[in-house]
């Protein structure tokens, strides 16, 4: 199992800049892909950014240059730099790991099976 705890969410301006970070622990090296989804208003949720095993990074279009995720190794958190942002960012923020070929985790094809608590983040026009 994993586990996986955020922190770092809250209000900012629009325009604003915050970072999230993900721990993880447990068996962290079944993982090949690990990732930020949000959740807003609406019931779809979204894969913003996913680092990949290989260092290979995947952003959505609607975060890019905006966004960046990051991780110094596989035992340090996993971050979420966030800049400029927007009042459509406004989201619960979640760290999600998975264990599948890297490709078909960021397709979403493979599960994403392990998920942290989230955290909010509310931005301000």
């Known amino acids: 199992q994993v586990q996986l705890v955020e922190s770092g969410g809250g209000l900012v301006e629009a325009g604003g800049s915050l970072r999230l970070s993900c721990a993880a622990s447990?068996?962290?090296?079944?993982?090949?892909?690990v990732g930020w989804y949000r959740r807003g208003p609406g019931p779809e949720r979204e894969l913003v950014a996913a680092?990949?095993?290989?260092?290979?990074?995947f952003y959505a279009d609607s975060v890019k240059g905006r966004f960046t995720i990051s991780r110094d190794n596989i035992r340090s958190p996993t971050y979420l730099q966030m800049n400029s942002l927007k009042p459509e960012d406004t989201a619960m923020y979640y760290c999600?790991?998975?264990?599948?070929?890297?490709?078909?985790?960021?397709?979403?094809?493979?599960?994403?099976?392990?998920w942290g608590q989230g955290t909010q983040v509310t931005v301000s026009s």
């Open positions: 999600a790991a998975c264990e599948g070929v890297e490709e078909m985790c960021v397709r979403e094809i493979a599960p994403w099976e392990h």
């Open positions: 680092l990949k095993y290989s260092g290979e990074k």
């Open positions: 447990g068996n962290i090296y079944a993982v090949n892909v």
